[in-house]
């Protein structure tokens, strides 16, 4: 059966008529979990907050067993307004997409304004084992596992443009009032800054070549699981995932090494430990693919140029994001100021990697 129709015949996703306050979620989670899992009693359903994401606001709910937890259900309440930014039906269609695949964990329903679903055993990774060796080359893995998921039909298309050109707009149509993206933080680039970066980036990316593939697209560490016992990662939070170019999603996870709380760029990962990744990446994609696994040297330098070249349009992306976050989100967090980091690091890579050279 193929991908299409494995999308055809997958059961249908419930949707339950609840609303989950963020200010006080406690009356939205217990009618949730009345539908989704009646034996468990009310009384000992116990709740944890998840405090790692910037977006939505995610809980944890479980009963305790003899040994612990029987099963926990995730319930992410999207954060406000975030629909302006996120296109729901297509993240709930990709969700189960890679379900159907073995990838990312199981849907149990969606709700007025968020998610349930299932809870991964693991950790999430911490920000240091990025750069162990037998553990970025299981991300480097899991990847190329997303990245190899067939699509059936018409060519797919790359989302970066759309979300690009999409966030731009709403920046400009935005309201005028503080915070907005001129005047509220000394550096912060101004509108005509940001329109006239945008098109120089297409203009030049137009002519690097990169394969089409689903991409997680928000492959930060606090979206990774690592079940260490098993030695295995997985991905979570696939709310941007769609489909888009290859090195874009490359790129975008190289980028998150310098971190989100405080963005230092000294942390980018080292060429070394990139092109160990890449490489790593590229022979479990060939071999996902059912191709030779061998890697030339020219083929690993052409990916290397590729997810550098990238790498500059998601600094961009995200702080767009993160201009629309300050003046919509209702978490605390210095949105302008990760706005001003991404942009200050695509500045400063911008001329050295527009000028790389891909092999011949």
Known sequence: MDPGEQMQRRETLPHLDVCVEDSAPWGGVLALMQALRPHWDPARIQLKFFTEGITNLLMGCWVEGPVGPVETVLVRVYGRHTERLVDRARERATLQLLQAHGCGPRLYCSFTNGLCYQYLSGRVLEDRLLREPAVYRLIAAEMARIHSIPRSGSPAQPVLWEKVSGFLQLVQTAETKPPGPEGTLPGLPGLHVLQREMEALRQHLTHVSSPIVLCH??????????????????????????YNYQAFDIGNHFNEFAGVETVDPSLYPSVGLQRDWLATYLRSYKQALGLSTG?????????????????????????????????YSTIDFDFLRYALARFDFYFEKKEEYFAMKLPD
């Open 217 to 242: 697209n928000d492959l930060l560490t606090k979206n990774i699981i690592y079940n260490q016992p098993e030695g295995s990662v997985r991905f979570i939070d696939y709310e941007y995932a769609d």
């Open 295 to 327: 890697v030339s040297d020219q083929e690993l330098q052409g990916l290397y140029v590729r997810v550098c070249k990238f790498s500059l349009v998601s600094h961009f992306l995200w702080g767009l994001w993160a201009l629309l976050q300050a003046r």
